[in-house]
């Protein structure tokens, strides 16, 4: 708990100057994270037995986020890059590397690059909203996705007593998901007024948030189950790898984004 308290401290203030920046320092940050998450998971595949490629998997990420950074009139570079990838992957490991096992490991580079990559370029989007906006939306994606992480985290600790998926997360309960749940609502409403969206939009996104979060959650610990291992990493001590602090945030950035363009315009 020591540990996770002096990460938390060093980190959020850092983390908030960076939002407030936004720009390259922000877009580099988030490039950093999510490449480092890469890696984290081409390591937990290899455990299973297949090879997947950090390389092929950065170079997709770093697509999806320069089609994110520069306005659609001007990333057909970007646009190119994602078409041509997968071909040359699949031609790369089938021939070029010869791998024991080809169609799975450019499956599971392609899905890597897919995940991370696509889900990821959401905090990119968003902080890229004219400000106060922009800081406002990604501030909200991540206070939430927190709020519902420490909400499931009390509530299931100390009342949990039903497990929700014991074969891939055995300390999950429903009482912590319904914990984060709630946590994930009350934070999203109070945060929505003072974006000026409202109460209820705010609770419907922190619902949102606090419930599809937890399969961002369960997806990754199906890796690290058959994996064998914990934590995908020791990044961050306490907390785990960059892949565990991104399992329910890259589900929590889509679900703004979308609701920022589909439903506020």
Known sequence: MRQRLLVAIVAIPLLAALIHLGGWPWAGTVALVLLLAAWEYAQLVRRIGFSPSPIWMGAMILAFLADAIHPPQSARPAELALTLMPPLTLVWFWWLRRSSHPLADWAFTAAGGLYLGWLGRSFIWIRNLPDPE???????????????????????????????????????????????????????????????????AGALL??????LGTLGDLSISVLKRQAGVKDSGNLFPGHGGALDRLDSLLWSGAIVYLYLRWIRG
């Open 134 to 200: 922009g800081r406002g939306w990604t501030a909200f994606a991540l206070l939430v996705t927190w709020a519902a992480d420490t909400g499931a985290y009390a509530i299931g600790s100390r009342w949990g007593r039903r497990k929700l998926a014991p074969r891939l997360s055995p300390g999950k309960t429903w009482e912590g998901f319904l914990g984060g749940c709630a946590a994930g609502l009350l934070a999203g409403a109070l945060l929505g007024v003072l974006l000026g969206a409202g109460a209820g």
């Open 206 to 211: 922190g619902l949102l948030i606090g419930s």
